[in-house]
């Protein structure tokens, strides 16, 4: 039981690049969210979904985005990269409620854009 | 819109002090409240939660965290600190409109000096 896995550890890219984070859950919860953290900052949420086929923006969704196919998978696109976008992007899970309501975290992903 | 806040961005005690870490949120409604612990490069690891009941909840690691719903507040404490609990440490709380929404305060790096 893995619980939360990402993919890759580390990135750079250079301005304009694309890529795709990779998360994938296999612990059955229907929430995932994805967050990035800043230098000395704390998390900030970019984007959320609530099951398959549904999604939500978090509070810093402008250039990326996000689809959810299957319960296991939240991938996370970078379509054009730029420097603002260098973090270290944490996905995570939550069950719905009562002693399944915390989240999980997987072990990130920092990405450098240059 | 809702906010938490973690007033020390930096804490130096002593190994075997005591320790108290100050977390706020801004509505003191929500009943979903967390702490979460984070050493350099990895992920987040859950130290305890509250949901309901008994404010005074133990975690692990030997600590505990107090839930006062007058001073909308949910501190950190540890009788005696030792060495390997330098990392960062978060607060987050469930949203109080959509409690698979989480808020995190922006940390409290704790320095533990020999």
């Known amino acids: 039981n893995a619980g939360v896995t990402q993919t890759p550890k580390f990135r750079i890219l250079k301005i304009g690049q694309s890529m795709t984070l990779q998360c994938t859950q296999d612990m059955n919860h229907n929430y995932m969210y994805w967050y990035r953290q800043d230098p000395g900052m704390g998390l900030k949420l970019i984007y959320y979904?609530?099951?398959?086929?549904?999604?939500d923006k978090g509070e810093v969704p402008n250039g990326y985005n996000v689809s959810r196919s299957t319960t296991e998978d939240f991938p996370l696109r970078l379509e054009l990269a730029a420097p603002s976008q260098t973090s270290v992007y944490f996905c995570?899970?939550?069950?719905?409620?009562?002693?399944?309501?915390?989240?999980?975290f997987g072990p990130g992903t920092r990405l450098t854009v240059t | 819109a809702q906010s938490v806040t973690q007033p020390d961005i930096h804490i130096t005690v002593s190994e075997g002090a005591s320790l108290e870490l100050r977390c706020n949120d801004s509505y003191g409604a929500t009943p979903y409240l967390f702490w979460y612990v984070q050493s350099p490069g990895q992920g987040l690891q859950l130290l305890l939660k509250?949901?309901?009941?008994?404010?005074l909840v133990q975690g692990i690691k030997g600590f505990e965290a107090e839930f006062k719903r007058s001073q909308s507040s949910f501190n950190l404490r540890k009788p005696s600190v030792h060495w390997s609990d330098a990392a960062e440490y978060f607060c987050a709380v469930g949203a109080t409109y959509n409690f698979n929404k989480f808020y995190f305060g922006s940390g409290t790096k704790l320095n533990v000096k020999p």
């Open positions: 509250y949901f309901s009941g008994d404010t």
């Open positions: 995570a899970i939550s069950g719905s409620g009562g002693a399944d309501y915390e989240q999980y």
């Open positions: 979904s609530v099951g398959a086929g549904i999604t």
